[in-house]
């Protein structure tokens, strides 16, 4: 078994209040200044959840009710460092198609946007990544998903116009395209190492090579069965 699906069976177990005390320990790294290389992301470790070792990582008294985001008693900078992330990628998206470039040109740009988080919010990628589904059901959390509906927006308006261009193929849905591109740019915060040999711009160029110039060579043809 690889550590990714063990991470997956291990998360699947956690209750909601479990999932919520690991966001919130993720994000305490983040306010912190943390960096990745000092504790790297790894879903269920004890450097993650304040509930199996975190107060000694954090070196403060934690207390589930201090870190509850459902309840008046949480910390504001929580929900407010996950707006802060969202509000920045958001006009940094806005700032790349606004030059007006072609959209195979734009598109490009956005995946580096994007894969510059891995390094400058690592926390907030994850928490995003892994309790958006929970958080979002929360009040105080509404904002999530406006920022990700914005942000889905912004990118399918690029692929689309790629699509009518015939800079990108038309086979495949615009949306469903951008979901594809979204799921496998923010899964690569759980392999990636900041302080590894890549930056976010080789990763990114990588990405940018199999998804414009394709896995298959020219000589593959017709359908896997």
Known sequence: MN????????KARLTRAERLTNATALLQRMLANRTAS?????????????????????????????????????????PEALRDFLDRIGREYATVTSVGTDPATTLRALVHVAFGALATDRAAVAVMLNEYNVLVQYPRFRFLR??????????????DAGMRAGDFRTGVPADAVYRFLRDAIW???????????????????????????????????????
């Not at 550590?3 to 291990?10: D, E, K, P, T, V």
């Not at 406006?146 to 692929?159: F, G, K, M, N, Q």
């Open 3 to 10: 550590n990714l699906s063990l991470a997956n069976r291990l």
């Open 146 to 159: 406006d920022a990700v509906e914005a942000t889905e927006r912004l990118w399918v308006e690029v692929l």
């Open 187 to 225: 899964v690569s915060v759980r392999w990636y190492r900041p302080d590894g040999p890549q930056r976010p711009d080789d990763v990114a160029e990588e990405y940018l090579t199999v998804l414009l110039s394709g896995l298959a060579t020219s000589t593959t043809t017709g359908r896997t069965r």
């Open 38 to 78: 000092e504790a790297p992301f790894t879903p269920g470790t004890s450097a993650d959840a304040p509930g199996r070792g975190a107060p000694k990582a954090f070196g403060t008294d934690f207390s589930k009710e201090a870190l509850d985001w459902t309840k008046g008693t949480a910390q504001p900078a929580m």
